[in-house]
């Protein structure tokens, strides 16, 4: 906060003619500036559309000395000045060497006569030397203000200052219950301070409180309350979905060569940071036959690391109106760079960033701003993206640099096979140890995850719904009466194979 405090000293001292603060913590922005005029030679106004303006200052603010003068009994004169352009038409008449702090003004930067006034006084700074300082949670500076303005952006805590407030929330919490003993599982702890990291103090706080009056006790079901509450705060459009438990994904069935690379990068992603000396982990792509698996090998990677899944959606990213496409990538990639460390899943790329012809350039600028994204980014974003069709993939998007490696999910072999047979049976209440599993992995030859598990679901089907019959023979129909993708697309599916041999890792 000291160092907020110094900053903002130093923007006011140079006199900018507006000073623009874009935050949710009106409050503690407020409270920041009476800090950093309080030994100077100007006056702090402030104005809402509720309360009118009135003197910072003039009316008793214990944790504050007030100056000796006061502009309190003047204003009264005009009265609690309300509308927006009275307000600036006095100031301008009346008001001169003050700091004027404007609470929630966005709405009326969007009417001429108001944006005119303020452009006005704010070229005249030199002489009439006030200082307008716009506080709101989102504040679009029109054009004509723009190079009269600055923006100042409020610090959030760091590891520290969070390891503090939580701290300070245990010591109110066990006020309150003497009788009582806060339970605190380290690890827990130190998860729960980690993913409050990009949280405002006031957040941080809330979570803190929430976490420990729940029940007495900081456990990792905590730490899951906050990672989607952290979720909520920074997804308001609904770009992104969103996963955290994800470590149910981190034993499945093959993908061998993927999580030992993944484990060998692990120290590298989830505890690095942007300053560490070690290149942090950029992402991967996986390309593969429809149905093996490519999503499942997406959510392994979280599971894997232990940390959150984040979704990325192209049909509700892509908007008919001009210019909300780019918009949406933009608020996606600020929404997934604020709950770092994570994976964001870009499912289906190809179809994303394919350019019909019709969309105006639209798909080009969303490339364009993905790849800028991809080569410039230094948070702890790991890309998973997933794809058919590589032949509709621009080189540009997997040369190394944007994405670490291309691993390939092939169709599963027989161990494999015989593994995720045994899954599907066990996650339907079906008892795997009379059936003869070897048998239908070595028949199944061909088959990807997705037609075994439909293998299943069909015999199921097939004996009435009544799963005690499902046995060897049963399965075994089903699986001779399927006609596998690799069969019925055998010359594409060849092709992709023969492609990605030699170019690509097996996962």
């Not at 603010?61 to 009994?73: H, T, V």
């Not at 100042?152 to 219950?177: G, R, T, Y």
């Not at 992402?283 to 899944?309: N, Y």
């Amino acid at each position: 906060m000291e160092k907020d405090k110094r900053n903002l000293e130093i923007l006011l001292d140079l006199h900018f003619p507006i000073i623009v603060i874009e935050t949710h913590e009106e409050t503690h922005a407020v409270d920041l500036l009476k800090r950093a005029t309080l030994h100077k030679n100007r006056n702090l106004l402030l104005w809402s559309i509720a309360a009118g303006l009135h003197d910072v200052f003039g009316k008793p603010d214990y944790r504050f000395a007030a100056p000796k003068y006061s502009l309190e009994n003047e204003l009264s004169a005009y009265g609690d000045v309300q509308d927006p352009e009275s307000m600036l038409e006095m100031v301008k008449a009346n008001i001169k060497h003050h700091i004027i702090v404007l609470l929630d003004f966005h709405p009326y930067l969007a009417t001429p006569k108001i944006v005119r006034l303020l452009k006005e006084q704010a070229q005249q700074q030199s002489s009439i030397g006030n200082t307008y300082v716009l506080i709101s949670h989102q504040l679009a500076v029109p054009p004509e203000l723009s190079r009269l303005s600055t923006r100042f952006d409020i610090s959030l805590p760091n590891k520290e200052q969070l390891k503090a407030i939580v701290k300070e929330e245990a010591d109110i919490w066990q006020m309150k219950n003497r009788d009582k003993k806060l339970e605190v599982d380290a690890k827990a702890l130190k998860l729960l301070i980690r993913n409050m990291v990009g949280m405002t103090k006031s957040d941080a706080r809330r979570m803190a409180r929430n976490a420990i009056v729940d029940d007495g006790a900081i456990t990792h079901s905590d730490v899951k309350d906050v990672m989607e509450a952290r979720y909520r705060l920074v997804n308001q459009e609904g770009i992104l979905s969103f996963e955290y438990d994800t470590a149910r994904f981190s034993d499945v069935a093959g993908f061998h060569n993927l999580k030992q690379w993944l484990s060998k990068r692990e120290n590298g992603f989830v505890t690095a940071n942007a300053q560490a000396a070690i290149d942090i982990p950029k992402g991967i792509l996986l390309l593969g036959v429809q149905g093996c698996g490519k999503s499942l090998a997406a959510k392994a990677v979280a599971g894997v690391w232990g940390v959150p899944l984040l979704r990325m959606d192209f049909g509700v990213l892509y908007n008919k109106y001009i210019g909300e496409t780019e918009k949406n990538l933009r608020e996606a990639i600020k929404t997934a760079e604020a709950l770092e460390p994570c994976v964001l899943w870009i499912d289906e790329i190809e179809k994303g960033i394919e350019s019909g012809g019709e969309d105006n350039g639209v798909s080009q600028r969303v490339l364009a701003g993905l790849l800028t994204w991809m080569a410039e980014k230094k948070s702890r974003v790991f890309i998973v993206a997933t794809a058919n069709d590589i032949s509709a993939l621009p080189p540009e998007l997997i040369r190394k640099g944007r994405l670490d490696e291309i691993f390939f999910v092939d169709l599963p072999d027989a161990e494999t096979r015989g593994v995720i047979l045994q899954l599907h049976l066990q996650r339907r209440d079906i008892e795997a140890g009379n059936i003869d599993l070897a048998l239908l992995a070595h028949e199944s030859k061909g088959f990807s995850g997705a037609e075994l598990e439909q293998v299943i679901v069909s015999s199921i089907y097939s004996v009435g719904l009544d799963k005690g019959r499902v046995n060897t023979q049963t399965l075994l129909e089903e699986i001779r009466q399927t006609r596998p993708l690799s069969r019925v697309m055998a010359e594409q599916i060849t092709g992709l194979r023969n492609w990605a041999a030699g170019r690509t890792v097996s996962a």
